[in-house]
């Protein structure tokens, strides 16, 4: 996964001014403001921290011995052109920082100017670079994802799937699925049949719940004269998934225990039974327990099925993973669409962080279609409607980031700390003002 020394690091300004005091009072006036600042008197100096994965903006004076101001803009610009840099200019220097603005920089400031000003400015560009920072760690994690087919998530709950997911498919044992719709099951049986020494042969999904009952029966076992064997045959020596095999008829699962016990199977008509050499991976969007209970699940196919059980988890438990699968999906689309892959802004964030996603993963690739298509309204998640001014937005959008780094780090504040990029103070104060309980988060946590 994307390991860049930017994931997680706390966004800074680097001040940079040859006047001790000037540098001073500027110093003081960002920390008092939340931001971490590191002052640099030497150009050359603040240069040699920064690289392109620097976390975080420069703010830097124009007229210095050595190196003006320009210069070391251009300097940066050469080593990440997404760096923003805020010029600090004396009246006589505004057209350098005009030109300047039309090469790149982010913004300048006239002296004298009011701290509050440029604070206002570094924090415009330190939220605009951690937004670059954030698209360039998700795509190349996207891109990693992509090549191994995988089960996408960073969280512990997905990083335990995966590890479950290749130890039982090298053990070739019958596998349940369980999983609400939309979460990733028929993935999950694909990966099992990947990962295991069945690879090379038949991967046979049958979805019981399309299946008309009128046909299923058919369908599944196949005619004694018919031109093509059963789905169940054509997994011989593969994988049968039997996807949403709480649909099954009552008639067919009876049928089907016989398949599962004696790994043996006789088509509609036939005298005579086949035996198969076949791994079921059965997956099931209720609680089977409950089916059986209320009669509508055999309690022996369930006892038969359920040799190793593995339950794929609802977005809603793995909410810190859902930027990751956006951005698989979002740059999956625009390839399908021939389309450049967009950036992911500050709303389409705010979006992915606070929405339930009910749907769950599928939900997150549609969505990801829509952004990658351009439609109108996609790329705000909140007050899309125009009902919520900005400051409302930003609000709602600090709350949604600060509970998912809360929920990610299962509560642990100084987990929190580091994925926010904020002083200690400056966290307690925000969780005062959203109301957010922390020990909401630290159940389970011991």
Same mark, same amino acid.
């Given at each position: 996964?994307?390991?860049?020394?930017?994931?997680?690091?706390?966004?800074?300004?680097?001040?940079?001014?040859?006047?001790?005091?000037?540098?001073?009072?500027?110093?003081?006036?960002?920390?008092?403001?939340?931001?971490?600042?590191?002052?640099?008197?030497?150009?050359?100096?603040?240069?040699?921290?920064?690289?392109?994965?620097?976390?975080?903006?420069?703010?830097?004076?124009?007229?210095?011995?050595?190196?003006?101001?320009?210069?070391?803009?251009?300097?940066?610009?050469?080593?990440?052109?997404?760096?923003?840099?805020?010029?600090?200019?004396?009246?006589?220097?505004?057209?350098?920082?005009?030109?300047?603005?039309?090469?790149?920089?982010?913004?300048?400031?006239?002296?004298?100017?009011?701290?509050?000003?440029?604070?206002?400015?570094?924090?415009?560009?330190?939220?605009?670079?951690? +937004?670059? @920072?954030?698209? %360039?760690? *998700? #795509?190349?994690?996207? !891109?990693?994802?992509?090549? $191994?087919?995988?089960?996408?998530?960073?969280?512990?709950?997905?990083?335990?799937?995966?590890?479950?997911?290749?130890?039982?498919?090298?053990?070739?044992?019958?596998?349940?699925?369980?999983?609400?719709?939309?979460?990733?099951?028929?993935?999950?049986?694909?990966?099992?049949?990947?990962?295991?020494?069945?690879?090379?042969?038949?991967?046979?999904?049958?979805?019981?719940?399309?299946?008309?009952?009128?046909?299923?029966?058919?369908?599944?076992?196949?005619?004694?004269?018919?031109?093509?064997?059963?789905?169940?045959?054509?997994?011989?020596?593969?994988?049968?998934?039997?996807?949403?095999?709480?649909?099954?008829? +009552?008639? @067919?699962?009876? %049928?089907? *225990? #016989?398949?599962?016990? !004696?790994?043996?199977?006789? $088509?509609?008509?036939?005298?005579?039974?086949?035996?198969?050499?076949?791994?079921?991976?059965?997956?099931?969007?209720?609680?089977?327990?409950?089916?059986?209970?209320?009669?509508?699940?055999?309690?022996?196919?369930?006892?038969?099925?359920?040799?190793?059980?593995?339950?794929?988890?609802?977005?809603?438990?793995?909410?810190?993973?859902?930027?990751?699968?956006?951005?698989?999906?979002?740059?999956?689309?625009?390839?399908?669409?021939?389309?450049?892959?967009?950036?992911?802004?500050?709303?389409?964030?705010?979006?992915?962080?606070?929405?339930?996603?009910?749907?769950?993963?599928?939900?997150?690739?549609?969505?990801?279609?829509?952004?990658?298509?351009?439609?109108?309204?996609?790329?705000?998640?909140?007050?899309?409607?125009?009902?919520?001014?900005?400051?409302?937005?930003?609000?709602?959008?600090?709350?949604?980031?600060?509970?998912?780094?809360?929920?990610?780090?299962?509560?642990?504040?100084?987990?929190?700390?580091?994925?926010?990029?904020?002083?200690?103070?400056?966290?307690?104060?925000?969780?005062?003002?959203?109301?957010?309980?922390?020990?909401?988060?630290?159940?389970?946590?011991?």
């Amino acid at each position: 996964m994307a390991s860049g020394k930017s994931a997680g690091a706390t966004m800074r300004v680097l001040l940079v001014d040859d006047d001790t005091t000037l540098r001073g009072a500027l110093a003081q006036s960002f920390e008092l403001a939340g931001i971490e600042v590191e002052p640099h008197a030497d150009p050359q100096g603040a240069l040699a921290t920064i690289d392109a994965d620097f976390a975080g903006m420069v703010v830097t004076d124009i007229r210095m011995p050595g190196m003006d101001g320009t210069e070391l803009f251009r300097r940066i610009a050469a080593i990440d052109a997404d760096i923003p840099v805020i010029l600090m200019t004396g009246h006589g220097d505004v057209p350098m920082a005009v030109a300047a603005l039309k090469q790149g920089a982010f913004d300048f400031v006239a002296k004298p100017f009011a701290a509050d000003h440029l604070i206002a400015s570094a924090q415009r560009a330190l939220e605009m670079r951690r +937004l670059v @920072l954030e698209n %360039r760690r *998700l #795509r190349l994690a996207a !891109e990693e994802a992509q090549g $191994a087919y995988p089960l996408i998530g960073e969280t512990p709950v997905m990083m335990r799937l995966r590890d479950m997911v290749r130890q039982v498919a090298q053990a070739d044992v019958d596998v349940l699925i369980e999983g609400e719709t939309g979460t990733g099951k028929e993935l999950v049986a694909l990966l099992l049949h990947r990962w295991s020494a069945r690879r090379t042969r038949p991967f046979v999904a049958v979805d019981c719940a399309a299946l008309p009952e009128t046909i299923a029966e058919g369908e599944l076992f196949g005619q004694a004269h018919g031109r093509t064997p059963g789905r169940i045959m054509a997994a011989n020596r593969g994988t049968l998934f039997l996807d949403e095999v709480d649909s099954m008829a +009552l008639a @067919l699962q009876g %049928r089907m *225990l #016989r398949v599962v016990e !004696e790994r043996e199977v006789r $088509a509609i008509g036939a005298e005579e039974r086949q035996m198969l050499d076949l791994r079921i991976v059965a997956a099931a969007k209720s609680d089977l327990a409950g089916a059986v209970a209320e009669g509508r699940f055999r309690a022996d196919l369930l006892y038969r099925l359920d040799a190793v059980r593995l339950r794929v988890p609802p977005l809603r438990e793995r909410r810190a993973d859902v930027p990751l699968l956006f951005a698989h999906f979002l740059r999956e689309a625009a390839e399908r669409f021939g389309r450049e892959v967009p950036m992911i802004d500050a709303d389409v964030e705010a979006r992915l962080l606070s929405h339930d996603w009910p749907g769950n993963v599928r939900e997150v690739r549609n969505y990801a279609g829509r952004v990658a298509l351009g439609l109108p309204g996609e790329g705000s998640g909140v007050g899309s409607d125009g009902s919520l001014s900005l400051p409302e937005r930003v609000e709602r959008f600090e709350g949604a980031t600060i509970r998912a780094a809360l929920e990610e780090g299962g509560g642990d504040v100084r987990a929190a700390l580091v994925t926010l990029g904020i002083p200690r103070k400056t966290f307690y104060d925000k969780i005062q003002r959203h109301g957010i309980d922390l020990n909401a988060y630290r159940q389970g946590r011991g």
